[in-house]
């Protein structure tokens, strides 16, 4: 069965470092597009970052300069480092993975929780 397997989620004091890892396990075809997503209590999902195959990335504007995706295509695995993290970067963190059939796939989710 495929799935997204995250971790590297926790608390940490604001200012401080984390870093996500997510991989994909089982028969998922041909991974294109990995991104990570967050969700905040009483908010929406909304878009962090997001990377192509070929390693194009693109950030929410409130990360730029303090997240950095990559991944690692042999592993199916995707990154997210996090720098002088804020408490409002505080929620649910997602892993996604987009095919080049179109196929979705989302982790479980991880917690980041920044206190000030």
């Known amino acids: 069965q495929a799935q997204l397997v995250e971790s590297g989620g926790g608390l940490v004091q604001a200012g401080g470092s984390l870093r996500l890892s997510c991989a994909a396990s089982?028969?998922?075809?041909?991974?294109?597009?990995m991104g990570w997503f967050r969700q905040a209590p009483g908010k929406q999902r909304e878009l962090v970052a997001t990377i192509t195959s070929g390693g194009s990335t693109n950030y929410a504007d409130s990360v730029k300069g303090r997240f950095t995706i990559s991944r690692d295509n042999a592993k199916n695995t995707v990154y997210l480092q996090m720098n002088s993290l804020k408490s409002e970067d505080t929620a649910v963190y997602y892993c996604n993975a987009q095919t080049t059939r179109m196929d979705i796939y989302w982790g479980q989710g991880t917690q980041v929780t920044v206190s000030s």
């Open positions: 089982g028969s998922i075809f041909r991974i294109n597009g």
